[in-house]
């Protein structure tokens, strides 16, 4: 029988980590471990931790090494085959092991699979997330990621079950990378292996709390996900393209953060005919009128409706 090895980090959720570990112990299909990765967390995460009782829950504890090390280190820990990735504030219905299931049965050859998901944003909006293709009714082998992925992303961490196997041979999250390690390693997977996705949808990401701009290392993170993976966008269109909406999205914040020099280089590597007529327009507004319109967005989203460059 098919087991999953839930792999957690934790550092400082004590809000969150009850709601988290309850939605997985409510899961339909119950052929499952819980590795959790306790990353120095200061406040009563483990407390939290401990308050369940249920032998399948391992607690593990660390000094602070960040997510990539703590998650590297669950999957290292774990006892079975395939690897299912939560984050310690997010939350699975109750069908998703089930559904992740499914679509391995379905497709016993691939190593990657995932679920649909939504996004809860500020004052409780769901979104639901936006593919530039349709996805269709039923499961289905991925035949290329990133012309899925260009709005929002077809895969999420919280989403997917990789198998051991593979996430071991990419060499699993770069401890490099501080923000934007899930993006990297869903990218190297989606280039090396077969991957299958289930239009279901069975998790729910609590965005309520990001603010990517306030994160010192945010933009230099991601700008190191691009220069690893451009060596391949040379023979790869649907990459290139993937690539560029990146850079778009980073130049709009270097140039909000006053990144001038950032701002051109990334400008100067997007293929323009990649971009829409709106995100052409945004790539050449002042930082006041790029920030302005961020105030918009928040207080659309506060009204139900989400707007962005992507749609």
Same mark, same amino acid.
């Given at each position: 029988?098919?087991?999953?090895?839930?792999?957690?980090?934790?550092?400082?959720?004590?809000?969150?980590?009850?709601?988290?570990?309850?939605?997985?112990?409510?899961?339909?299909?119950?052929?499952?471990?819980?590795?959790?990765?306790?990353?120095?967390?200061?406040?009563?995460?483990?407390?939290?931790?401990?308050?369940?009782?249920?032998?399948?829950?391992?607690?593990?504890?660390?000094?602070?090494?960040?997510?990539?090390?703590?998650?590297?280190?669950?999957?290292?820990?774990?006892?079975?085959?395939?690897?299912?990735?939560?984050?310690?504030?997010?939350?699975?219905?109750?069908?998703?092991?089930?559904?992740?299931?499914?679509?391995?049965?379905?497709?016993?050859?691939?190593?990657?699979?995932?679920?649909?998901?939504?996004?809860?944003?500020?004052?409780?909006?769901?979104?639901?997330?936006?593919?530039?293709?349709?996805?269709?009714?039923?499961?289905?082998?991925?035949?290329?990621?990133?012309?899925?992925?260009?709005?929002?992303?077809?895969?999420?961490?919280?989403?997917?079950?990789?198998?051991?196997?593979?996430?071991?041979?990419?060499?699993?999250?770069?401890?490099?990378?501080?923000?934007?390690?899930?993006?990297?390693?869903?990218?190297?997977?989606?280039?090396?292996?077969? $991957?299958?996705?289930? %239009?279901?949808? !069975?998790?729910?990401? *609590? +965005?309520?709390?990001?603010?990517? &701009?306030? @994160? #010192?290392?945010?933009?230099?993170?991601?700008?190191?996900?691009?220069?690893?993976?451009?060596?391949?966008?040379?023979?790869?269109?649907?990459?290139?393209?993937?690539?560029?909406?990146?850079?778009?999205?980073?130049?709009?914040?270097?140039?909000?953060?006053?990144?001038?020099?950032?701002?051109?280089?990334?400008?100067?590597?997007?293929?323009?005919?990649?971009?829409?007529?709106?995100?052409?327009? $945004?790539?050449?507004? %002042?930082?006041? !009128?790029?920030?302005? *319109? +961020?105030?918009?967005?928040?207080? &659309?989203? @506060? #009204?139900?409706?989400?707007?962005?460059?992507?749609?």
């Amino acid at each position: 029988m098919l087991h999953f090895s839930v792999v957690i980090p934790l550092y400082n959720k004590a809000g969150f980590i009850e709601q988290t570990l309850k939605s997985v112990l409510d899961q339909s299909y119950q052929e499952f471990e819980v590795i959790i990765i306790d990353d120095g967390s200061t406040d009563s995460s483990v407390e939290k931790v401990r308050s369940f009782k249920d032998e399948r829950i391992k607690l593990f504890q660390q000094e602070n090494k960040g997510a990539s090390e703590a998650r590297n280190k669950g999957v290292q820990l774990s006892s079975y085959e395939w690897i299912a990735f939560l984050d310690a504030d997010d939350i699975w219905y109750g069908n998703h092991l089930k559904e992740l299931k499914k679509c391995i049965d379905t497709f016993p050859e691939v190593n990657v699979v995932s679920n649909a998901y939504e996004i809860a944003l500020e004052n409780d909006f769901i979104k639901k997330p936006q593919f530039s293709l349709p996805i269709p009714n039923q499961s289905f082998i991925i035949d290329d990621y990133f012309k899925y992925s260009l709005i929002d992303p077809l895969f999420w961490t919280s989403s997917i079950a990789v198998k051991k196997a593979a996430f071991d041979s990419i060499g699993g999250f770069d401890v490099n990378i501080s923000s934007g390690q899930d993006t990297d390693l869903i990218c190297r997977l989606a280039l090396n292996y077969r $991957l299958a996705f289930n %239009p279901k949808k !069975t998790f729910l990401h *609590l +965005k309520h709390t990001e603010n990517n &701009l306030s @994160k #010192s290392n945010y933009l230099d993170s991601r700008i190191k996900i691009i220069e690893k993976l451009k060596p391949e966008e040379s023979h790869n269109h649907n990459l290139k393209k993937y690539l560029d909406i990146n850079r778009f999205s980073l130049a709009l914040q270097a140039k909000i953060r006053k990144r001038k020099k950032m701002y051109r280089t990334l400008k100067t590597q997007i293929d323009l005919k990649n971009l829409s007529s709106k995100q052409k327009f $945004l790539l050449n507004c %002042p930082a006041w !009128t790029l920030v302005l *319109l +961020k105030k918009v967005q928040k207080l &659309l989203i @506060k #009204s139900g409706v989400y707007k962005s460059a992507f749609n």
